[in-house]
């Protein structure tokens, strides 16, 4: 499975616009890209998913470059409840029947 | 999305007892659930796949004997962690997918399992 390689943590303000940058430059052709977010002492929640180009849902954004060896997770205005971690894998993430395998994850601290 | 629980979300037992952790997808049926393991300030960890039907596959470094898994229905998974140490205190998380399609994991929300 594709290793991903995230920033450790990132501050932001509220109402700012937070880009996560994940890169995996041994990523198959097959593989999808997927972000979760965690809060504390809580399962992690899908957020987006993407193959190519861009993803956009009611949460986020998800930016993919044609070479699809880096992804960016973009959050519009964040707020203080999007303090959490935020994690990017990579694998033939449409198949229920293939485990995720979680980084390091971006710890993103939201100040008001 | 789907719907995941757990139960109980919080447990704490004395070293040498068993515990037992079920993991439910509410509104849809799975064939494949994982159980995930997660210390403090950590990222999750695999532990084990479980398949409806069939024996648990459990990664390197696992104890398949210490963590026992029951996958005896589509919508029912449990993890049963027997003579529970102290260094066995950790956040365990399951995850599911609808079987038969092409939808991402759903994640329960966790229990807390405290050995003294």
């Known amino acids: 499975l594709a290793k991903t390689t995230q920033p450790i943590s990132m501050d932001s303000y509220e109402g700012q616009e937070v880009n996560i940058t994940c890169s995996h430059n041994?990523?198959?052709?097959?593989?999808?890209i997927t972000w979760y977010q965690q809060f504390p002492s809580q399962g992690p929640r899908f957020i987006i998913q993407?193959?190519?180009t861009k993803v956009t849902n009611e949460v986020a954004s998800l930016f993919i470059p044609a070479d699809r060896k880096s992804s960016t997770l973009s959050l519009p205005r964040v707020s203080l409840s999007d303090t959490a971690v935020y994690y990017c894998?990579?694998?033939?993430?449409?198949?229920?029947?293939?485990?995720?395998?979680f980084g390091k994850g971006t710890r993103l601290s939201v100040i008001a | 999305g789907a719907v995941v629980s757990q139960h109980p979300s919080r447990v704490i037992c004395k070293s040498g007892t068993s515990v037992k952790i079920e993991c439910r997808s509410l509104?849809?049926?799975?064939?494949?659930m994982f159980w995930y393991r997660q210390f403090p300030k950590q990222s999750l960890m695999l532990m084990a796949t479980?398949?409806?039907?069939?024996?648990?596959?459990?990664e390197q470094g696992v104890e398949k004997d210490k963590f026992l898994i029951n996958h005896a229905s589509l919508t029912l998974s449990t993890l049963t962690v027997t003579s529970a140490h102290p260094e066995d205190s950790s956040f365990y998380i399951c995850?599911?997918?609808?079987?038969?399609?092409?939808?991402?994991?759903?994640f329960g929300p966790g229990t807390r399992l405290t050995v003294l």
């Open positions: 894998l990579v694998g033939d993430g449409n198949s229920g029947n293939t485990p995720l395998v």
């Open positions: 041994n990523i198959a052709t097959n593989d999808y």
């Open positions: 993407g193959y190519k």
């Open positions: 509104d849809f049926q799975a064939t494949t």
């Open positions: 479980s398949n409806e039907g069939s024996k648990a596959t459990y």
């Open positions: 995850s599911q997918a609808p079987s038969g399609s092409t939808d991402t994991q759903y």
